[in-house]
C-alpha cells in the first residue's frame, strides 16, 4: 500500500486551510473531497513523487502539528 503523500496526485496546497489539519487533494478525486496526508491505500492513480518531494511535505506537516506525528 501507498501512502497518499508521497504521491505526485497529491497537492497540500490545494487543500487550501484545511492542509494546516493533515488533509491533501488528490487530482483525481471529486471537487470536495479531501484526503489525509496518513491515508494508505492501493490505487490505480499512484505515481510516486521523488524523495525530496516527499521529505518536505512529511516536514511541512510535521511543523503543522508541532511534531506530534
Known amino acids: 500500500?501507498?501512502?497518499c503523500v508521497q504521491?505526485?496526485?497529491?497537492?497540500?496546497k490545494a487543500a487550501g486551510s484545511i492542509a494546516r489539519h493533515g488533509f491533501g487533494k488528490c487530482s483525481g478525486d471529486h471537487p470536495g473531497r479531501y484526503r489525509s496526508v496518513e491515508l494508505a491505500l492501493v490505487c490505480?492513480?499512484?505515481?510516486?513523487c521523488d524523495a525530496e518531494t516527499v521529505a518536505a511535505?512529511?516536514?511541512w506537516v510535521a511543523?503543522?502539528?508541532g511534531g506530534r506525528g
Open 63 to 65: 511543523k503543522l502539528d
Open 1 to 3: 500500500m501507498n501512502k
Open 44 to 48: 490505480a492513480r499512484y505515481i510516486a
Open 57 to 59: 511535505r512529511a516536514a
Open 7 to 12: 504521491c505526485k496526485e497529491f497537492n497540500l
